[in-house]
């Protein structure tokens, strides 16, 4: 009865005249008669009239059996309960969409699958046209050239000005990039994946009493800290979580969840080299790089359905189709994905170095580490590929990089108040260790192979796994510097791995 009371009042004229600016917030209240029930301060009952009041005229209407008085009070949240005389009202939560990435990964095998039906679709109605009939399509299409080129200028056109609306710019080094999925859709889909990865770590992750997993905690919370002045890094609650793998690996998720392999801990020789590594991952998740390197394949995606669609309308046997389909994958990859998987990579070791600069660190250890990761590669017998292979720069390639950074580098951690750095410069030391080394080597080798032995590195991941957790905790604090913040002054700790005495040894 009051929905049918309400229907026809709204239909009349009178209720269409009155103003539509009502508050938001409204209270259902009765005068008399049926007992009132609350539920989150809101009240409904039936009556015999309604008033609703306008906030502006402040003239009331009456349309129904319900008494509504404006009234400032709280607005209704998603869930509420509005009671009617025993009968009771639930409003539903908001739904939520998935995040456009995830969506786009889903439909990404469908796009492919379509071209391929639609290509060989159009094959195969080629193939069994009449002679005559190929030969009028040609001519109509030899005639309408122009007018079909002008609609193909036209389409590219317009894909332009789509991928122009989509320009954006880099947080940190203020480069123009493409970018197709915001920052809030990768957070979405950061969280999907930080669960999914702990469900899959979760018998291997490494207790946070442990000692390894409080030097990263501590580290990464140290570089956070002394970057809090760039927003992508203040906004983000980054946590840690050491996983108990051989891996030589590392990574950040956009959302801040740092996930950290004991195989990369044993690689590590101190915790400037520690601080650096981490600096690049962070700087993956500060840059956006996740969101824009799947922004660049999602725009070839779609760019290379139409010559998959080509392929298989061209080619005249499936075989050969899927023989031309493997070769565009191939060369897509390698023209497109990896160069640029390679370039960002590039860019994350200049912003972590710059991170780990503002932390105070020794960055000179940077190009330490990619020097042992290329000799502990060359010892273990790693498998090497040439850099157009891989989606990550060369290690000699790193390293080099990062020694052509190193003078703005060290400016900038000199520009941060930091302590001065030691005499010794790590990639001095090292070069002279890894010289003696390979001359000792030599010199046992001429001895006959019985006193022949492996070199081991002078900072490598046989030098210190053991006693780096207890070193890097032992933490020192630099003086107070008035123009440092006093809850981030806090020095890296230096861990010193003493060039070894290998005649000594040797004479030993």
Not at 243 to 263: D, E, I
Request: a positive charge; charged letters at 20%.
């Amino acid at each position: 009865m009051a929905l049918l009371c309400g229907t026809l009042l709204l239909r009349s004229s009178r209720f269409c005249a009155v103003s539509t600016h009502f508050t938001r917030n409204f209270r259902v209240c009765k005068p008399a008669g049926c007992p009132v029930k609350k539920t989150c301060s809101v009240s409904s009952t039936i009556t015999d009239c309604v008033h609703m009041r306008a906030t502006r005229s402040g003239a009331p209407v009456s349309f129904c059996r319900f008494q509504i008085c404006l009234k400032s009070s709280s607005p209704l949240s998603s869930g509420s309960v509005l009671t009617q005389c025993g009968h009771q009202i639930h409003t539903s939560a908001p739904l939520r969409a998935l995040p456009a990435p995830l969506i786009w990964m889903v439909v990404k095998p469908l796009q492919k699958l379509l071209a391929i039906i639609l290509g060989r679709s159009l094959r195969k109605w080629w193939v069994a046209l009449p002679d005559n009939r190929r030969e009028l399509m040609r001519e109509w299409a030899w005639q309408r050239r122009w007018h079909l080129t002008a609609g193909a200028g036209v389409a590219m056109v317009i894909v332009a000005l789509l991928l122009l609306t989509h320009l954006d710019e880099s947080p940190v080094t203020g480069r123009t990039r493409l970018l197709v999925f915001s920052r809030e859709n990768y957070m979405e889909l950061a969280a999907l994946t930080s669960e999914a990865y702990m469900e899959e770590f979760a018998e291997l992750l490494v207790p946070v009493t442990d000692p390894c997993h409080q030097v990263v905690e501590r580290v990464v919370q140290h570089l956070a800290q002394r970057n809090k002045d760039i927003p992508e890094v203040s906004e983000v609650s980054w946590s840690v979580h050491v996983v108990q793998s051989p891996n030589v690996n590392a990574f950040v998720l956009p959302n801040g969840k740092v996930f950290m392999f004991t195989g990369m801990l044993e690689a590590i020789a101190d915790v400037h080299q520690l601080s650096v590594v981490l600096g690049h991952e962070m700087a993956h998740a500060v840059l956006g790089h996740s969101a824009e390197q799947a922004s660049l394949s999602h725009v070839v995606d779609l760019l290379s359905l139409i010559l998959l669609t080509a392929i298989w309308a061209v080619c005249p046997r499936d075989s050969v189709a899927l023989l031309g389909q493997w070769v565009q994958g191939k060369l897509t990859e390698l023209m497109f994905q990896r160069p640029y998987s390679r370039r960002l990579e590039a860019e994350a070791d200049e912003v972590g170095l710059q991170l780990a600069a503002k932390a105070c660190a020794d960055v000179r250890a940077g190009p330490v580490f990619w020097q042992q990761m290329e000799i502990r590669d060359q010892l273990t017998g790693e498998p090497t590929f040439p850099e157009w292979l891989s989606t990550h720069p060369s290690h000699r390639n790193r390293f080099t990089q990062l020694d052509r950074l190193m003078p703005q580098a060290l400016e900038l951690r000199e520009s941060c108040v930091c302590p001065a750095l030691p005499a010794s410069d790590p990639r001095v030391v090292f070069s002279k260790s890894v010289r003696v080394l390979l001359e000792n080597a030599k010199h046992q080798a001429g001895r006959g192979p019985e006193r022949a032995r492996k070199p081991q590195l002078p900072h490598g991941p046989t030098s210190l796994p053991a006693g780096l957790p207890a070193a890097l905790l032992a933490q020192s604090v630099p003086p107070p510097s008035p123009n440092v913040d006093q809850s981030s002054k806090g020095l890296i700790p230096a861990v010193a791995a003493p060039v070894p005495d290998t005649a000594a040894d040797e004479e030993s």
